[in-house]
């Protein structure tokens, strides 16, 4: 960040890191939410077969991580 006559100057750089911030909490705010009502969900499908319920609460967990991942894939991409 630049100081110029009491301005302060967003570079590239502080750009590109607020985006990346913003986009993290978003995602995190989505998946706080979903995160909120698995329970009901996980318990009305465990209703119908434990197995179903369990598989929901894994997927849901692995898709959770699945996404940073994918968004750290994508970035390493976009800086080469």
Do not use: C, H
């Not at 911030?21 to 979903?34: D, E, K, R, S």
């Not at 465990?46 to 967990?61: A, C, N, Q, R």
Request: proline residues 2%; glycine residues 6%; aromatic residues 12%.
């Amino acid at each position: 960040m630049a100081m110029r006559e009491g301005l302060v100057i967003l570079t590239d750089k502080n750009s590109e890191t607020r985006s990346t911030a913003i986009a993290a909490a978003i995602i995190l705010l989505v998946a706080m939410a979903f995160l909120y009502f698995m329970p009901d969900v996980i318990v009305r499908l465990g209703d119908i077969s434990p197995w179903l319920g369990t598989g929901f609460g894994v997927l849901v967990i692995l898709a959770f991580f699945l996404i940073f991942w994918l968004r750290a894939r994508y970035q390493r991409r976009r800086d080469l």
